[in-house]
Each structure stands twice: as C-alpha cells, then as structure tokens.
C-alpha cells in the first residue's frame, strides 16, 4: 500500500506564496501520477494539478496555471506544489493523490488527509 501525507498549509495574505509538499511511503514503485485537489467550503473537490512520476509530464487546471508548478523529487518520494499569486478564491483543503494506473487515467485511489490553505484578502 502507498501512504500520503501533505504538508505546507497556512494562512497567507493575497499575493503571497506557500509550498505544499507530499511524502509518499509503502510501495511508491507503483505510482504512474500523483495531484493536487482541493476543496472549499460547500464546493465540489476539483483538480488542481497533476504530474507523471516517471516522465515528470505535467498538467494544470486553468485557474491555477501560470501561478502555481507542481514538481517532484523521485528519490526522496515527495511532490510539491508551489503556489504563487495566491488568491482569496484558493482558501480550501488540499488534497494529495496517487493514481498507481498510469498517466492520465485519473484513477486516483490514495489520498492524504489534507492541508488547510487560506488566502486573507
């Protein structure tokens, strides 16, 4: 099994920046993808970003492209999520998940437990 847990949450002003991180542990040869999802108050989760573990290929939501880069450190079982130009509107829970499939099958199937951001205005 592959465990997750995020880290890297906080309050921050509008503008600011933070840096999520998400340290996988048990049997991370099998991860083909890992994302980033969140979730706000009364909303829908949604998708984030989302990176290939093996080619590093990466893709984005539209909301968050251009200000936020999803990367990895393979050897040290970690993706991050920098995230800059933050705004009010990016105050959720976020989530990291691994999909052990293949890239861009969005069968993501482990999930941490979750990592308050909240952006003041």
């Known amino acids: 099994q592959v465990q997750l847990v995020e880290s890297g949450g906080g309050l921050v002003q509008a503008g600011g920046s933070l840096r999520l991180s998400c340290a996988a542990s048990?049997?991370?040869?099998?991860?083909?993808?890992m994302g980033w999802f969140r979730q706000a108050p009364g909303k829908e989760r949604e998708f984030v970003a989302a990176?290939?573990?093996?080619?590093?290929?990466?893709d984005y939501a539209d909301s968050v492209k251009g200000r936020f880069t999803i990367s990895r450190i393979n050897a040290k079982d970690t993706v991050y999520l920098q995230m800059n130009s933050l705004k009010p509107e990016d105050t959720a829970v976020y989530y990291c998940?691994?999909?052990?499939?293949?890239?861009?099958?969005?069968?993501?199937?482990?999930w941490g437990q979750g990592t308050q951001v909240t952006v003041s205005s």
């Open positions: 048990g049997l991370t040869f099998s991860l083909e993808a």
């Open positions: 998940a691994a999909d052990r499939t293949r890239w861009g099958a969005n069968e993501y199937d482990v």
């Open positions: 990176i290939s573990w093996s080619y590093g290929s990466t």
